[in-house]
């Protein structure tokens, strides 16, 4: 009934209220993750984008789209990954800042730059 509140209403409406609010503290928290999460896709033998700058933390996926296998190799750190079929991927942590390049293992003439800020 209109205009006549019982002694749940408040309660049940203060469960809403934070309900909501951990959901748009979720929700922001999320936007936040993302942020330090990048991506270089792999199309036509060539890395995008070149270079590529995260901050310290950041995990890096390296998507193929191309119609044939890539590798990453990642000198400086010793990390090869396994060839990449079309739409595999391969993720790495950077944890250090610095200027790290790196090339495809199976065609050396593919080059690439993650460039780790603080």
Request: charged share 20%; aromatic share 8%; net charge neutral.
């Amino acid at each position: 009934m209109l205009g006549k509140r019982g002694p749940g209403d408040f309660a049940r409406n203060l469960t809403l209220l934070g309900v909501f609010v951990l959901g748009l503290i979720v929700v922001i928290g999320g936007i936040a993750a993302a942020a330090d999460d990048a991506r270089v896709m792999i199309d036509n033998f060539k890395f995008a984008p070149v270079p590529l700058t995260v901050t310290v933390g950041s995990t890096v996926t390296w998507l193929n789209r191309d119609d044939i296998p890539h590798s990453i190799v990642v000198p400086a750190l010793s990390v090869h990954s396994h060839p990449m079929d079309t739409d595999e991927s391969f993720a790495l942590r950077f944890d250090k800042p610095g200027t790290y390049e790196y090339i495809c293992g199976l065609h050396p003439f593919m080059h690439g730059k993650i460039l780790v800020q603080k």
